[in-house]
């Protein structure tokens, strides 16, 4: 066996500074996220500019945190891993600089890892190894999507259906805007739903074409917008500002049947990519849950039955759905162990490659 080995990880894609220490068997030494939440805030949405000010004040000190957290020195670590794409190009900049900054000063590796995969690998920290090929739904604030995951290497996933507008977190950012909720509202909408009555408002869950495994929520979050507020006047009449701010019981109601579209939507998709399955004869395959919306519990409580029907089903312990670079670090061991090392012409990128989509 070989001894265990520790990769230090960074995470600035967006609007999280973070770094972890990862050991072999994906055990987590240390995770910080330092959120930048407060900054946009008034704005009701991330600013890349003041994201990246942000990230480069604090990745040295979150970097420092890391390390002490885990009681590792930085001659210890053996590769330096981040995630390079996709993201606020001015927010991975800093990321990635100062994991070439760290490899070329310690003599390790550099591994960059894709962030949208690396939500894929977050159930699997501090958990036993899953059999693939397996089903990854991504639900974030920026990525909405379905893989199938042959090999946790840089071309082992197949992406079979992502958004055509909105990701999911973001329609539930923006419905809480709707809803006069501060940002980012995901995780309000879901405790004021808890309250509220999903039959209330018949909004819309998107279907798109009978085999299609894409999203769409920007339908949704307009039926929400007018539901809300009233529906726009007629072309000629007079513009008419918004009523004042729904709240109290209305706002609980329209959260509840905003969540039960949008999951909806999401659960719809994931079974009909189970039921569209390539299964050659075997089992249905392993479904593995990732992203900030997988904190989400509605989506928890329709995971569990989707559990009760057989399927096996992983998703991240609550600190590994939003952003964090544990997730990173946890990927970046199997590139490692599987010889991919980026080298220090490694770039950020602001999108992913376009050579895992489906044909
Ligand atoms: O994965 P993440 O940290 O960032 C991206 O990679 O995009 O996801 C953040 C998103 C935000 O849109 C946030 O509102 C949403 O996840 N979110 C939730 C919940 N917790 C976080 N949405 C719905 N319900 C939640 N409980
Ligand atoms: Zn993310």
């Known amino acids: ?92 900049l800093v990321g990635v600089g100062a994991a070439k900054a760290l490899a070329l000063t310690l003599g390790v590796p550099l591994i960059g890892v894709d962030h949208v995969h690396a939500h894929l690998y977050a159930p699997l920290l501090g958990a036993a190894p899953v059999r693939l090929p397996a089903l990854g739904l991504v639900v974030s604030g920026g990525h909405t999507a379905l893989y199938r995951i042959e090999r946790w290497e840089p071309h082992g996933l197949t992406r079979l259906g ?56 920007s339908g949704l979050k307009t039926a929400l917008l007018y539901a809300a507020h009233g529906v726009p006047t ?14 109290g019981r209305r706002r609980a109601d329209l959260c509840a049947s905003f969540q039960r579209a949008a999951i909806g939507a999401v659960m719809l998709k994931l079974r009909r990519g189970l039921g569209q399955w390539d299964r050659r004869g075997g089992d249905a395959p392993a479904v593995l849950v990732g992203g900030g919306v997988s904190a989400n519990s509605l ?42 090392v980026s080298g220090l012409g490694l770039e950020a990128m602001p999108t992913t490659g376009t050579e895992e989509a489906a044909a």
């Open 1 to 92: 066996m070989s001894p265990p080995r520790l990769v230090l990880a960074i995470e600035t894609s967006c609007d999280e500074t973070a770094a972890s220490v990862v050991g072999t068997g994906r055990v987590v030494r240390s995770s910080i996220v330092a959120s930048q939440h407060e900054l946009h805030a008034e704005y009701r949405g991330v600013v890349p500019e003041i994201a990246s000010r942000a990230h480069a004040e604090r990745i040295l000190p979150v970097v420092r945190g890391a390390l002490d957290a885990a009681s590792v020195a930085p001659g210890d670590v053996h590769a330096v891993a981040v995630g390079h794409r996709p993201g606020l190009i001015g927010s991975l």
């Open 162 to 217: 992502s958004t055509i507008d909105d990701a999911v977190g973001e329609a539930y950012d923006k419905a809480a805007t709707i809803l006069g909720l501060p940002f980012p509202g995901g995780p309000l909408v879901d405790r004021l739903a808890a309250d509220g009555d999903a039959r209330a408002v018949d909004l819309p869950v998107s279907r798109l074409a009978p085999r299609s495994l894409d999203f769409s929520f």
């Open 234 to 247: 007629r072309e000629g009449d007079p513009p008419r500002s918004l009523p004042p701010t729904v709240d």
């Open 299 to 340: 989506l928890r409580a329709e995971l569990d039955r989707l559990r009760s029907e057989g399927v096996e089903v992983r998703a991240p312990a609550m600190e590994f759905c939003i952003d964090n670079a544990a997730m990173i670090g946890g990927l970046a061991h199997e590139y490692l162990d599987a010889g991919h």
